[in-house]
């Protein structure tokens, strides 16, 4: 095993590349690039940082060249040809041949295309243009290194038996969290844990803590899978994923007329059937309001395996699926409810306790698995915070995310008004986003 506080030691002085995999990505994103390749390859697009934690004043702490450095490193990955074999090869979902020849070949050719960087009132602006397929796998690693470069900017000045201690508590931390998941019977969890985490060794470490704690799911225990390629692939585990926002987002914004933009979302949702069954049949609802996506959707939505929880209040939008299932003659309890935003392990105790035996309960724990570094270190410099990277027009169209939660809105002012409309989006409740 890694001794990451001796490593972190030890690499202060020299290069030491964050991103080193094209597939230290997450799954859902492979997925949705071999669906955009085939549907929408031409559409060009842009995807922006998004600093939601305004007083973390990433320009300040992390210094341009590095952050070149790194991005620049990540330009230069290519499929390697394990990686390939493991992607042509491997079951994923039960499912050979998950990825299929052409997106392959595609892939095995692929290089991250030119970002461009600037720096202004104390915040990176660091914006992506291109192709869609191509551009959208920039997200998770752009993510992951302006995190972790934010974490090293911090861990650069202790010593080392400061960061022996650091790190004895942070996995004494997450260890704790396990022991009291090992109490919910019948869990079921996975990481998704990749864009936000502390540093790849540290989600990797968290990952065998999952593996160990709660037992590989394959064989019984409760711990599904790692949303993270590379980390399924080197530890044997199970990738798992379902799908994001910038495909409703993106297909909206191509939208010609409002009539096209209300069915958009759907028109999503239809070519996936395409593409997918079983456990890939994931709703995810919220991206222009759960309530008003589920009234009017078609009914072959009611027969899909489950729904993802993404924003709003977890119970309020569980019981929406659930009294929507219902109203379309579904048995809610065949049904799949994957909780994803902003999960802990209180939370994740409370959901379970409501829900399972009315539904098949699942978790998806991103940030507060691989990156709870809050209280550890003075001014709470090492906490985790609200980064995302996300997809802002589409064919020279802003894009659009309502959300059901309003401080998770993203798009002009004008253009949000106007998808409140097309979609029937009334007054919405704002929670605080802690990550
Ligand atoms: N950011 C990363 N992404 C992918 N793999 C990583 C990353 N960091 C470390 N590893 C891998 O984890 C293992 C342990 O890492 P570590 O860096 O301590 O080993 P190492 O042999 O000293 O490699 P290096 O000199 O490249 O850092 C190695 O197999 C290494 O390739
Ligand atoms: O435990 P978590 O850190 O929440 O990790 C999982 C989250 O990451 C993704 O969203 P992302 O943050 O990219 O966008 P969003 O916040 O706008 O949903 C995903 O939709 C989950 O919400
Ligand atoms: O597959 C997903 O739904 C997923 C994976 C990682 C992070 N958020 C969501």
């Known amino acids: 095993m890694v001794d990451i506080a001796t490593r972190v030691y030890n690499h202060k002085w020299k ?3 964050i991103v080193r995999s094209l597939i230290d990505t997450d799954f859902y994103k492979l997925l949705m ?3 955009i390749f085939r549907n929408k390859p031409d559409t060009t697009v842009t995807f922006s940082l998004i600093n939601r934690a305004k007083d973390v004043r990433l320009a300040e702490l992390i210094d341009e060249g590095e952050l070149r450095e790194q991005l620049d490193y990540a330009r230069g990955l290519r499929l390697t040809r394990g990686e390939s074999t493991w992607l042509r090869g491997n079951t994923f979902y039960g499912k050979r041949q998950m990825f299929r020849p052409d997106f392959m070949e595609w892939f095995e ?10 720096k202004r009132d104390g915040q990176y602006e ?12 920039w997200e ?3 993510l992951a290194i302006l995190m972790e470069l934010r974490g090293r900017a911090v861990l ?17 931390r997450v260890w704790e969290k396990i022991e009291e998941l090992r109490t919910i019977p019948g869990l079921k969890i996975a990481d998704f844990g990749t864009r936000r985490r502390h540093g790849f060794l540290w989600q990797d470490w968290c990952v065998q803590a999952m593996i160990e704690g709660l037992g590989d799911a394959a064989k019984g225990g409760a711990f599904t899978g790692t949303s993270n390629c590379l980390i399924a692939m080197r530890r044997d585990l199970e990738a798992v994923g379902t799908n994001a926002h910038e495909l409703p987002m993106v297909y909206a914004a191509l939208a010609r007329n409002d009539e096209e933009l209300s069915q958009a979302p759907y028109k999503v949702l239809a070519d996936w059937h395409e593409e997918h069954d079983g456990n890939l049949r994931i709703i995810l609802p919220d991206t222009f309001g759960t309530k008003g996506f589920l009234e009017h959707a078609p009914d072959w939505l009611a027969g899909w395996t489950g729904i993802r929880i993404d924003s709003g209040d977890p119970v309020e939008s569980a019981e929406t699926a659930i009294a929507w299932w219902k109203s379309r003659g579904e048995d809610p309890r065949q049904k799949l409810v994957i909780f994803s935003d902003g999960l802990d392990v209180a939370e994740m105790k409370r959901l379970h306790g409501l829900f399972s035996g009315r539904v098949k309960v699942s978790f998806g724990w991103g940030t507060l698995l691989t990156n709870d570094f809050r209280g550890l270190v003075p001014h709470d410099a090492l906490a985790p915070f609200s980064l995302v990277c996300k997809a802002v027009s589409a064919d020279g169209h802003p894009t659009v995310k309502l959300s059901d939660n309003p401080s998770k809105a993203t798009g002009p002012a004008e253009e949000i008004a106007r998808y409140k409309r097309v ?4 007054a919405q409740q704002a929670t605080q986003v802690i990550v």
């Open 15 to 17: 290069i030491d590349p």
């Open 33 to 35: 690039c071999q669906s």
């Open 109 to 118: 050719n692929f290089q991250l295309p030119p970002y461009h960087l600037e």
């Open 126 to 137: 660091l914006t992506f243009e291109g192709k869609w397929p191509e551009v959208m796998m």
């Open 140 to 142: 998770i690693p752009a």
């Open 156 to 172: 650069n000045q202790m010593r080392r038996f400061e960061l022996q201690v650091l790190y004895a508590r942070a996995m004494a």
């Open 423 to 426: 979609f029937g989006v009334g």
